[in-house]
């Protein structure tokens, strides 16, 4: 059996940031930040506005495009590293949001590659049989982690959420194949450093900023472009689909060199990749299925179309999805 994806859905907070707004709050510039990274705005979620709400507006639209109640899905599976709470995880209480039954519900972290984590799970759990339907959200709330005083990072980030509705197939549509790999030897590069057992929250850590995101960026960027050309290579290769039959290309959408860099190295033109950081920044784990989600819906991706995802971020981990619309 096949699993494919029915339907996509996704959230954007209302608050937006542009590059003109950060000029007033950083030593930056928006030449500077688009320079770059490519973003020119990025979406914020207000203080009252938990990640379980994000991920609760787009998995109505996912289930919606999918015509599938929410009482019939047998799991529900969040990556997100901006959980409502350390515990309960955020897929409960979204599973009480949408009124599903009491079925499997949990998160996961896996950085920007979580989507594709998540739908390597996902496609397990249909081929073996233990669910039918599986609701797949990546959501996050970047800019609640985000250090506001380091002009390095702070510009990248924004939160959002998309989610996709997974099933069988009943023809030869769906995903083809799945890589995924990860390097924890490097994750030093990228973290959060206060917060857990390591360094368990204090006032000193709270004033120290360690509650944020710190990231090498140069050493990040040198490791980024290297494993997801990796990760689109072998995700082609496991799929036995050929460059010339790949219709489009959707990256984690992390920073519009890396992007860039990518496209010239799979020697694909830049009208067959869809890029949104430009409008939402880096939204880590929803950033690939919101760009899905949006080029699903203004008819850009079509059925029978080859469509691969390739991800990568902290832990490290990396990976891609081949899919058949």
């Given at each position: ?167 069988p197939s009943d023809d030869d549509r769906g995903i083809k194949a799945i890589y ?146």
């Amino acid at each position: 059996m096949r699993s494919k994806i029915l339907g996509t859905g996704s959230k954007l907070p209302e608050g937006m940031l542009s590059n003109a707004d950060l000029e007033k709050i950083i030593d930056t510039s928006d030449e500077w930040i688009k320079t770059r990274s490519g973003v020119s705005y990025r979406r914020l979620s207000d203080k009252n506005t938990p990640t379980s709400e994000l991920a609760y507006e787009a998995s109505k639209r996912a289930l919606e495009m999918a015509g599938i109640d929410a009482e019939e899905l047998d799991a529900i599976l969040v990556g997100t590293v901006t959980p409502d709470h350390a515990f309960p995880s955020t897929a409960c209480i979204l599973q009480h949001k949408l009124g599903a039954r009491k079925v499997l519900a949990y998160d996961f972290s896996a950085g920007c590659t979580g989507f594709i984590y998540g739908l390597k799970q996902a496609d397990a759990m249909i081929r073996s049989g233990h669910a039918r339907y599986v609701l797949l959200v990546g959501v996050e709330e970047l800019t609640k982690i985000t250090n506001w005083t380091d002009r390095g990072t702070c510009f990248l980030f924004g939160d959002g959420a998309g989610a996709v509705v997974v099933g069988p197939s009943d023809d030869d549509r769906g995903i083809k194949a799945i890589y995924t790999a990860s390097d924890g030897s490097l994750g030093h590069l990228l973290y959060q450093p206060a917060g857990g057992t390591v360094k368990p929250a204090t006032p000193k850590t709270a004033a120290n900023f360690e509650h944020t995101i710190v990231m090498y960026g140069n050493e990040v960027f040198k490791h980024a472009v290297r494993q997801m050309e990796e990760a689109a290579l072998k995700g082609l290769e496991l799929s036995g689909l050929s460059m010339d039959e790949l219709d489009w290309l959707i990256p984690h959408q992390a920073n519009i060199r890396i992007i860039d860099f990518l496209a010239r190295r799979l020697k694909l033109p830049m009208e067959k990749v869809v890029v949104t950081i430009d409008k939402y920044g880096n939204t880590s784990a929803a950033s690939i299925p919101i760009s899905f989600d949006e080029a699903v819906r203004d008819g850009r991706i079509k059925s029978g179309q080859n469509v691969l995802m390739v991800a990568f971020g902290a832990g490290f981990t990396w990976g891609s999805v081949m899919v058949t619309m």
